[in-house]
């Protein structure tokens, strides 16, 4: 590894974004808050803000590629190249671009800084351009590590992101994200698209740690339904199933690649019933704008969604508020029925003199609810749901296509 030493100035004029590549697929998300850019500029003028920013070169990432004969890496590095980036960020994306955006005065500072003299100066929520001069020096004279890691593969990459976040604890998604598998670039991608509606059905501060990715990422083994070692090809949601998921492409450049476990054709699906589901998220008027949507209200949506796309019908453009109300309705009239049935049920095995306990929970409705992330009950609840919901699609707001009703 080469180490130069270089100051803020020729790091923010230098290497700004049109010299330095920022891939999202191994990167953490830019989380930083105004709070700990305050703490880093004043220990930076303290002289102890000493780690270093560390980048790959990319035309000796793309030489070494191929001489290793990675095609994946060969098509990686040189797609960067010909953006005109000559590296590849690995390490210190929330310092860099916060300070780039502090520098052209986006972002105020607070706090006691030191300037070039050594002196102590207070600031108080102050643009860069308002600073006195002498703090402005101070800042952008502050020197710092420049590393350039030694020539990889694609594949590498994340492998050394995560070995230099050893000690912030990336979470399980963090790390999903950093896989080479065109899944992860496709489940960035659509959570971006669907922000709108994700934002409906977790807290904005999940966000800042992939949790949203997390969920389309579920919510894709839904509707993908690519397990082969399941006789139904369901996924479950916990950590090692999603983890799988990921792992299926990690040998694949593209989702079009031959061979490539998720099927264009379904993905092509997934995104269609994924649109609807957005839609109908960001257009219900049961949830105030002010409350999340229940976490067992948003998968219901999904499913009956899915449903609808494989069946051929379509939710009216005015008609998504009533199709939201009318899923919920249903799920809370399956959910109330079978808690109903329940106790029924016990209290017929009380009499008989048979154990109540012995009425298991798992076989109600009720009981499917909190349990998304298994596929078995996962599956029951869907195949309760929409076997109401095709009796009368009309009464949910839902039309055949054309062509469907032509046939």
């Known amino acids: 590894m080469t180490t130069n030493k270089i100051t803020w100035r020729e790091l923010l004029s230098d290497y700004d974004e049109s010299e330095v590549y920022y891939d999202e697929s191994f990167q953490r998300r830019v989380v930083w808050d105004n709070a700990t850019l305050n703490k880093f500029i004043e220990s ?19 030489k070494h590629s191929k001489k290793s004969g990675d095609k994946v890496s060969i098509d990686y590095f040189a797609k960067i190249l010909s953006g005109g980036h000559q590296y590849n960020s690995i390490d210190g994306q929330n310092r860099t671009k916060k300070m780039d955006a502090f520098w052209k005065n986006k972002i105020p500072i607070s706090g006691t800084f ?5 002196k102590p100066v207070p600031i108080t929520n102050t643009y860069f351009k308002n600073l006195p001069p002498r703090l402005q020096d101070r800042i952008l004279d502050c020197s710092l590590n420049l590393e350039v890691a030694p020539a990889i593969l694609r594949s590498e990459l994340s492998d050394y992101f995560q070995n230099l976040n050893s000690g912030y604890h990336l979470n399980s998604q963090e790390k999903r994200n950093a896989k080479s598998s065109p899944i992860a670039e496709w ?28 969920l389309v990422a579920k919510m894709a083994m839904t509707l993908i339904q690519n397990d082969g070692p399941n006789e139904n090809g ?33 993905v092509d699906k997934a995104v269609e019933v994924l649109r609807m589901w957005n839609s109908s998220m960001i257009n219900q008027d049961h949830y105030p704008p002010s409350k999340r ?68 929970k798992a076989a109600y409705y009720f009981a499917w609810l909190s349990l998304p992330h298994q596929a078995n009950y996962r599956n029951k609840r869907i195949q309760a749901l929409v076997e109401v919901v095709s009796k009368d699609p009309a009464a949910f707001g839902l039309r055949m296509s054309a062509s469907a009703a032509a046939k």
């Open 234 to 266: 369901s996924w479950d949601h916990d950590r090692t199933d999603i983890d799988r998921f990921y792992d299926l492409g990690v040998s694949y450049s593209t989702l079009a690649d031959p061979g490539c476990p998720y099927s264009v054709d379904k």
């Open 293 to 360: 949507i229940a976490a067992k209200q948003a998968w219901a949506i999904l499913y009956a969604c899915k449903w609808i796309c494989d069946n051929h019908y379509y939710i009216e453009p005015n008609s998504f508020a009533l199709f939201f109300r009318k899923i919920k309705e249903l799920d809370d009239k399956l959910a109330t029925d079978s808690e109903i049935k329940y106790a029924a049920d016990r209290q017929a095995a009380f009499e008989a003199k048979r154990d109540p306990d012995e009425i298991s």
């Open 187 to 214: 489940v960035r991608k659509t959570s971006k698209d669907l922000n709108d509606g994700l934002l409906r059905a977790i807290p904005p501060l999940a966000t800042e740690r992939m949790l949203d990715d997390e």
């Open 44 to 62: 930076m003028t303290k002289g102890w803000a000493i780690s270093p920013i560390v980048v790959a070169d990319v035309k000796k990432c793309l």
């Open 114 to 118: 030191v300037d070039a003299d050594g």
